[in-house]
């Protein structure tokens, strides 16, 4: 299995950032907070691919990007930014600039696309990197090392290029002869307070173009933005009670069932609001994993009512161990509610789906 690391301040979105690319990629996540979690999971863990955004309340997530090529070189990565910057929503040498807000779909997209990138080069070059230094404001100097072991300096002051000497070259000339170098590794040290004040006469954007020549269009945008997700309800604990007791109402239906495991039900954001578990049952994971296909389930709805295929009744998955099910789309679209069941592998998971069709109204109905 594919392990992605994904540092982010915002616990609440990195955790549902976690959940939905664990659903949509099939990959193991590693979640971190800030730089210094970041990097120590990077030292400790083997990483087939970074996400991280590019700033943090302290510092930033250039020094994730540095440890990779210094250290494993090829890894791709995806950087969060909070404005569209050269060269964005598109894979340029194994990096990705992702501009916030996006949907979840649309990282798990990249994140599988970069995976297909692993090992494709043997690192990235400057072009792509030096766009998020002067984007981060970063005031540093940058030691680049080329491929063929070649080294030089760029110097940043607040996030424009100072000064640059590589070999016998300096200023604009030396710049460039970096730009050209591939499979760069990069390390950041302290800025020298006798370079404060510089500033080459050709901005960096330009010296780029130079290289690279123009990048190719972004990708047309669609001309009405899609609607900005809805947010997490809050269910007060009434609204859980009287869940709990509708679902109790019917527990002897779904404990005869054949192989029955568990029942509840599920919220749109995947909050498990109400369950019950036989004895036998794996409690904390089967539920966890209804909620993580409950967020499958709901695009799956969108889309096959988009391309003529009616309303999607039911989502299930069938593993080696146990079959899970989403159902009770009827009374859904008003709560905002689904009910998910799981049978062991020799369960009899049609007729829950039945059963869990059949009372789906009754227990999902509004309050009055």
Known sequence: ?????????????????????????????????DREAGL???????????????????????????????N????PCVVLTERTLPGASRWQEGLYC???????FQLAAVVREGLTRRGEAAGMSLCPLLPLVAEARKTCRLEVTGGDGAKGYLYFEDGELAEAHCGLLRGQAAALAMLAWD????????FPAR?????????????????????????????DPPPPPPPVRRYPAAE???LREALAGHLPLFRGVKGYQVVGVVSNEGQILAADAAESAAAPPLPYLAAILQQIFRPARAAAGRTGLQDCRALSVHTAGATVLIA???????????LFGVVDATGNWFFLKTQLAKVAAEILAPAA
């Open 98 to 104: 992702l501009t916030t807000p996006f949907e979840s």
């Open 328 to 338: 009770g789309v009827a009374a859904s679209a008003e709560t905002g509610l689904y």
């Open 72 to 75: 494993r070189p090829g890894t």
């Open 240 to 242: 859980k009670t009287r």
């Open 40 to 70: 120590e999971r990077l030292a400790g863990e083997a990483v087939d691919l970074l996400v991280t955004e590019l700033k943090f309340a302290q510092g930033d997530g250039l020094d994730l990007i540095a440890f990779l090529t210094l």
């Open 195 to 223: 370079r404060a004040g510089r500033r080459l006469p050709q901005s960096l954007e330009s010296l780029i173009r130079q290289v690279q020549g123009p990048l190719p269009p972004a990708p047309a945008r669609a001309a």
């Open 1 to 33: 299995m594919d392990t992605v690391l994904i540092v982010l301040g915002d616990a609440e979105i990195r955790h549902s950032l976690q959940m939905s690319l664990e659903a949509l990629t099939a990959v193991r996540v590693i979640p971190a907070q």
């Open 183 to 190: 499979a760069v590794r990069i390390r950041f040290g302290s």
